[in-house]
């Protein structure tokens, strides 16, 4: 069992940056690859980005591509999002994730545990 707890999100102005950090109570947790999901009103959970074990492997949803980066760090059992540039379409309930799988493209489906979830609202 792995719980986990997102915390960092907020009300940000459009063109501000925000991290998030998640934090994993499982003594596993580097033998996870992570996911951030999020959940804008309206529409379906989506993927965000996944970083690898190690942490030498990401990957990224078209749309954050060189404004988000995926970190981690496995002596602290955390995996940070780092956003930069945000834009109003980012607005969301922002998830971090185990995933279960590591096929890609990463779904909802292929995850093990969620974390409740952090919202961030940019502001335009």
């Known amino acids: 069992q792995v719980q986990l707890v997102e915390s960092g999100g907020g009300l940000v102005q459009a063109g501000g940056s925000v991290r998030l950090s998640c934090a994993a109570s499982?003594?596993?947790?580097?033998?996870?690859?992570m996911d951030w999901f999020r959940q804008a009103p309206g529409k379906e959970r989506e993927f965000v980005a996944r970083?690898?074990?190690?942490?030498?492997?990401?990957l990224y949803t078209d749309s954050v591509k060189g404004r988000f980066t995926i970190s981690r760090d496995n002596a602290k059992n955390t995996v940070y999002l780092q956003m930069n540039n945000l834009k109003a379409e980012d607005t969301a309930v922002y998830y971090c994730?185990?995933?279960?799988?590591?096929?890609?493209?990463?779904?909802?489906?292929?995850?093990?545990?969620w974390g409740k979830g952090t919202l961030v609202t940019v502001s335009s």
């Open positions: 994730a185990a995933a279960g799988r590591t096929s890609v493209p990463p779904t909802t489906q292929g995850t093990a545990y």
């Open positions: 499982s003594r596993t947790f580097s033998t996870y690859f």
């Open positions: 970083i690898n074990w190690s942490g030498d492997g990401t």
